[in-house]
């Protein structure tokens, strides 16, 4: 168990319908992000914060995807209007930063849009 | 961007023998390389980790070995246990901080 914790561990939506999900960090990392990870593939990187600065976005996180980390602490990944395409596994990770690479991984939201 | 790849896709080996696992990556800017287990149902699980200053590391029966020059880093797994059973993903970062590009996986099976 490495600390960083994830909720819901699953969540099956309808197509068109709006869903949240939540990371909580490992506690005093300074840095969390959000990755996707789709079957028989590696993660795809989707943001990142430092505290509660948003610093990084990929091309994959389309205008329907939005993440917030308003303390520094806890952060949420919201998807509006899912789409079938959208059904993946949403894995958070935090690291320490101030000089560290490591990042460590929660146990992830497994999305299922029907 | 960065490009990883990984191969086998697959790997089957008998308990007790060795399993490789090799990746490649595009970007000569890239320093830190780890390497992660991945079980069912669970997030990656970090194993071992390089740094481009470093040729090669080791932690009991886990390796790994970086080539800067080739770019191309590679897993080594000795001594295999049933418990190794998983897919294990290398990743590439080109600064600190920064996002991880993965590879595709490598599903390894030890068959006891």
């Known amino acids: 168990d490495t600390g960083v914790s994830q909720d819901p561990r699953h969540k099956i939506t309808k197509r068109g319908q709006n869903v949240t999900f939540r990371c909580d960090p490992i506690?005093?990392?300074?840095?969390l992000y959000w990755y996707r990870q789709t079957l028989g593939q590696g993660p795809e990187f989707l943001t990142y914060?430092?505290?509660?600065?948003?610093?990084?976005k990929s091309r994959l996180l389309s205008d329907r995807f939005s993440a917030e980390r308003p303390k520094g602490s806890f952060s949420t990944l919201e998807i509006q209007r899912t789409e079938q395409g959208d059904s993946a596994m949403y894995l958070c990770?935090?690291?320490?930063?101030?000089?560290?690479?490591?990042?460590?991984f929660g146990p992830g939201t497994r999305l299922t849009v029907l | 961007g960065e490009n990883v790849e990984q191969h086998p896709s697959t790997l089957s080996v008998q308990e007790g023998d060795s399993a490789v696992i090799k990746c490649t990556y595009s970007d000569s800017a890239s320093n830190y390389f780890p390497w992660y287990k991945q079980e069912l149902g669970k997030g990656p699980q970090l194993i071992i980790d390089?740094?481009?200053?470093?040729g090669e590391k080791k932690d009991q029966r886990i390796a790994v070995t970086l080539n800067k020059t080739a770019k191309h880093f590679s897993l080594h797994i000795t001594e295999t246990q049933p418990e190794d059973s998983a897919v294990y993903f290398c990743?590439?970062?080109?600064?600190?901080?920064?996002?991880?590009?993965f590879g595709t996986g490598t599903s390894l099976t030890v068959i006891p």
């Open positions: 990770a935090s690291s320490p930063g101030e000089g560290s690479d490591t990042q460590y």
């Open positions: 506690s005093e990392h300074n840095r």
């Open positions: 914060f430092q505290n509660e600065a948003q610093l990084e």
């Open positions: 990743a590439a970062s080109m600064r600190r901080g920064n996002q991880f590009y």
């Open positions: 390089i740094r481009s200053n470093v």
